[in-house]
Structures are given as structure tokens and as C-alpha cells.
């Protein structure tokens, strides 16, 4: 199995280049909002359980979404691998995520960063607010603090799967192409070593 977490601030592109990379690698996207909200519908004890604390307004323990995480992996025996993306978001959850997937004789093979610039990602964020209906990606000023959010609390996880070698950084600034010939060449040199 071959595991990959995408990281990226808002506006780096992470949505698309997720699609690309799942595409092209035939890889099941993880998301742990995603996989929530499907445990919550189906009913299951780990989504009852979540969906109880989620209406109180308090956040869903790790546990549960590691619980979650291995449900799907369990449910996708003959995945090449998994794309995670929104997970960890902590070294705390990085770390259980570790311990989770040597359970299932796995890995995380690659971290992949992408890198773009905070005027640009303001830039493409206010521009997405445009059209996106989304009022977050419509203040600049809120704009601006998602992004600084993002790198105070993941800085901190790509340095923990930077001691084990497994962070490269991608330069997330040109045409989603190129991009994704970037991180499709990272992916492959990791695949052939």
C-alpha cells in the first residue's frame, strides 16, 4: 500500500491536485470530514458516537477518528493505497495514524507540501469567494487568518514527518499541470527508491 498525505494551506490547490493524484494513482481519498459525515449517515456506534458530540459543539476525539480511518481502510482491501487529506492535523493524530497503519503492516510513504505564497493564496482565495459561495473565501482579513491557522498547526505535524525523511516540498505557484508534474515526480522517485 502505497500512502500519501497532501498538505496545503487554503488556496494551494489541494482539491484539485487530490482529484489528479487518485486519478492517475488509483488511490482512495480519505477525508476525514467526508468519512464523518458517511459513518454518521450509515449509523454506525463510531458516527453515533460522533455525531452526539458534534451537536454538543465539542470536537471529535481522536479515537473516534482513528476508529473511523481504520473502518475505511478495512473497507478498501484491494486499494493500492490512500491519499489522506485533513488528517493528521496534529503530531498527536500523526503519530495514532502511524500506529494505525504498522497495525496493518503500512506506512505513510510520502508527505507532499505544497508551497505557495501568502499574497497568492490570498489572491486565489478572495478570487474563489467570487464564485464559490463560500463567505470565508470572501473576507480578506479571515482569508489571512485561515492561512496563518494553517501553518501554526501544521508546521508542526510536517516536522514531525520531517525526522523521518518523508516531507517534499512541491512549489504549488504554477498551472495545475505543472503542479502536478511535480507531484506526480515526487511520487515516483519515492515509488522506485
Given at each position: 500500500m502505497?500512502?500519501?498525505?497532501?498538505?496545503?494551506p487554503?488556496?494551494s490547490g489541494?482539491?484539485t491536485?487530490?482529484?489528479?493524484l487518485i486519478?492517475?494513482?488509483g488511490l482512495?481519498?480519505?477525508s476525514?470530514?467526508?468519512l464523518?459525515?458517511?459513518?454518521?449517515e450509515?449509523?454506525?456506534?463510531?458516527?453515533?458516537e460522533?455525531?452526539?458530540?458534534?451537536?454538543r459543539?465539542?470536537?471529535?476525539p481522536d479515537e473516534?477518528?482513528?476508529?473511523?480511518i481504520?473502518?475505511?481502510?478495512d473497507a478498501?482491501?484491494?486499494?493500492?493505497?490512500f491519499?489522506f487529506d485533513?488528517?493528521p492535523r496534529?503530531?498527536?493524530?500523526?503519530?495514532?495514524?502511524?500506529k494505525?497503519?504498522?497495525?496493518?503492516n503500512s506506512?505513510?510513504?510520502?508527505v507532499?507540501?505544497?508551497?505557495?505564497?501568502d499574497?497568492?493564496?490570498?489572491r486565489?482565495l478572495?478570487?474563489?469567494g467570487l464564485?464559490?459561495?463560500?463567505?470565508?473565501?470572501g473576507d480578506?482579513?479571515v482569508?489571512r487568518?485561515?492561512?496563518a491557522?494553517?501553518y501554526?498547526?501544521?508546521a508542526?505535524?510536517?516536522s514531525?514527518y520531517d525526522?523521518?525523511?518523508?516531507v517534499?516540498?512541491?512549489n504549488?505557484?504554477?498551472t495545475?499541470?505543472e503542479?502536478?508534474?511535480l507531484?506526480?515526480?515526487a511520487i515516483?522517485?519515492?515509488?522506485?527508491?
Amino acid at each position: 500500500m502505497f500512502n500519501i498525505i497532501l498538505f496545503g494551506p487554503p488556496g494551494s490547490g489541494k482539491g484539485t491536485q487530490s482529484e489528479k493524484l487518485i486519478s492517475a494513482y488509483g488511490l482512495k481519498h480519505l477525508s476525514t470530514g467526508d468519512l464523518l459525515r458517511s459513518e454518521r449517515e450509515a449509523k454506525t456506534p463510531l458516527g453515533l458516537e460522533a455525531e452526539s458530540l458534534m451537536s454538543r459543539g465539542i470536537l471529535v476525539p481522536d479515537e473516534i477518528v482513528i476508529g473511523i480511518i481504520s473502518s475505511a481502510i478495512d473497507a478498501n482491501p484491494a486499494a493500492k493505497g490512500f491519499l489522506f487529506d485533513g488528517f493528521p492535523r496534529t503530531v498527536a493524530q500523526a503519530e495514532a495514524l502511524d500506529k494505525l497503519l504498522k497495525l496493518k503492516n503500512s506506512e505513510i510513504a510520502i508527505v507532499l507540501a505544497l508551497q505557495v505564497n501568502d499574497e497568492e493564496l490570498v489572491r486565489r482565495l478572495l478570487k474563489r469567494g467570487l464564485t464559490s459561495g463560500r463567505s470565508d473565501d470572501g473576507d480578506e482579513n479571515v482569508v489571512r487568518n485561515r492561512v496563518a491557522e494553517y501553518y501554526k498547526k501544521t508546521a508542526i505535524v510536517a516536522s514531525y514527518y520531517d525526522r523521518f525523511e518523508k516531507v517534499v516540498n512541491i512549489n504549488g505557484e504554477g498551472t495545475e499541470s505543472e503542479v502536478f508534474e511535480l507531484l506526480a515526480h515526487a511520487i515516483d522517485k519515492k515509488m522506485k527508491a
